[in-house]
Nanobody, 127 residues
């Protein structure tokens, strides 16, 4: 059974940082697209960042709202994908989900492209 488990969420003050982890079980993250999405209260789920774990230049994608503040990375040995979030603001509040599909990435808006999703981890930013 393939399972994605997010962790690292919590409450933080504006300007602070958090590091989310997405541990993948039952399959390898190698040569896969892994994405982070978030759903703010009362809003639709939106893409945050994605990375193709097969390497190569230009394999990461970011939403405009997080560019320069968030960094997505991965560790094939740990079978885990990370999201480093810096300079957080209240608009970053939401449930963060990781998602995986065993192929190259497509634009973040195509979230139906992913066939495996985690249960999410809550991030709350207070000002």
């Amino acid at each position: 059974e393939v399972k994605l488990v997010e962790s690292g969420g919590g409450s933080v003050q504006a300007g602070g940082s958090l590091r989310l982890s997405c541990a993948v079980f039952g399959t390898t993250i190698s040569r896969s697209c892994v994405g982070w999405y978030r759903q703010a209260p009362g809003k639709e789920r939106q893409g945050v960042a994605s990375v193709y774990t097969g390497g190569g230049d230009g394999s990461t994608k970011y939403a405009d709202s997080v560019m320069g503040r968030f960094t997505i990375s991965y560790d094939n040995g740990e079978n885990t994908v990370y999201l480093e979030m810096n300079r957080l603001n209240d608009e970053d509040t939401g449930i963060y989900y990781c998602a995986l599909v065993p192929r190259s990435c497509v634009p973040l808006r195509y979230q139906h492209f992913f066939d495996r999703w985690g249960q999410g981890t809550q991030v709350t930013v207070s000002s």
